[in-house]
C-alpha cells in the first residue's frame, strides 16, 4: 500500500514507476475496455470484481481491509477498489489533422475535463506540454471520466497550424475558418499562453467574444466552446 500511495501523490513517482493509479471501479471497467495493461487490483470486501463489475482482469488481485482504500486514494467517497496500471508510451508527434494541447493547464480536473471534451469533439491526440499537471494525476484521470484511456497522448500535434486560444485577440471562432490541420492550443488558468514559450509559436489566434462585463471563462469551458466548433466546421464540409 505505500508504493500505491506514493504513486497517488507523486508524479516523479509515477514517471519512474511507469505506472499510474485507477481509483472506482467504473475507471477500471473503462481501462480494461481499451486493453490498458493492468497491474495489481486492490478491492474491498463489498466489490467482486466479475459479479459487480463484469470484468475478468488478468492481473494479481488484493483485498484489503475495508476504509484502507480510503485513506490511500484521492476520492471523497472512495468506491472500493483502485488499480495501478502501465502508462502507455508518448508518441512523438500526433497523427491525424487535430489535436488539443495543453500549455500550462494546472488544475487537474480543468485537464481531465479538457481530455474528455477533446475526445467527445473528435480530436485524435492531446498534447500535454512539459509545464502543465501530470496527465496521470489521479484527479486528472478521475475528470477524463475514462477519455484519457482512449486518446494517443503525443509530445507534439499533427502537422499544420497551431491555433491559439485568447479571449482578447484573433479572430472571433464563429467566423475562423477551423476546418484544416491544426493544433488548438489553450493556455494556463490565469496567465494563459502570454507567460509560456509556446506563444512564439502560435501561427493565429481566436477568441470567444464575450459581455463586457467578463473578463474570460474557465479554460476547460473555453476549450468546450471551440472543439465543438472545430466539429462543427469539419461535419459541414463532409
Known amino acids: 500500500m505505500a508504493e500505491l500511495r506514493r504513486l497517488v501523490n507523486r508524479r516523479r513517482e509515477r514517471a519512474s514507476a511507469g505506472k499510474f493509479v485507477i481509483d472506482g471501479p467504473q475507471l477500471l471497467v473503462e481501462a480494461v475496455a481499451a486493453d490498458l ?15 459487480d463489475l463484469g470484468v ?16 490511500v486514494g484521492s476520492v471523497v467517497t472512495p468506491q472500493g477498489v483502485m488499480a495501478t496500471a502501465r502508462i502507455p508510451e508518448i508518441a512523438p508527434m500526433a497523427d491525424g489533422d487535430f489535436a488539443v494541447e495543453l500549455a500550462g493547464v494546472a488544475d487537474p480536473g480543468n485537464a481531465g475535463t479538457i481530455v474528455r471534451t477533446a475526445v467527445a469533439a473528435g480530436a485524435q491526440a492531446v498534447v500535454f506540454s512539459p509545464e502543465s499537471v501530470d496527465p496521470w494525476n489521479p ?11 482512449r486518446v494517443p497522448l503525443a509530445e507534439m500535434g499533427p502537422k499544420g497550424e497551431r ?47 464575450m459581455a463586457e ?16 466548433e472545430i466539429a462543427r466546421q469539419r461535419r459541414c464540409i463532409e
Open 37 to 51: 495493461e493492468i497491474v495489481d487490483v486492490f478491492t474491498e470486501s463489498v466489490i467482486d470484481l466479475w459479479a
Open 56 to 71: 475478468s482482469i488478468d492481473a494479481p488481485t488484493w483485498t484489503v481491509g475495508d476504509g484502507v482504500l480510503a485513506r
Open 139 to 149: 484527479k486528472t484521470v478521475r475528470a477524463s471520466a475514462g477519455a484519457l484511456f
Open 163 to 209: 491555433v491559439g486560444a485568447d479571449p482578447h485577440r484573433g479572430d472571433p471562432y464563429d467566423q475562423a475558418d477551423l476546418t484544416g490541420p491544426l493544433t488548438l492550443v489553450v493556455g494556463n488558468e490565469a496567465h494563459g499562453l502570454d507567460q509560456l514559450d509556446q506563444t512564439a509559436s502560435i501561427d493565429r489566434w481566436v477568441s470567444i467574444p
Open 213 to 228: 462585463s467578463v473578463e474570460s471563462l474557465n479554460v476547460a469551458s473555453a476549450t468546450a466552446i471551440l472543439c465543438f
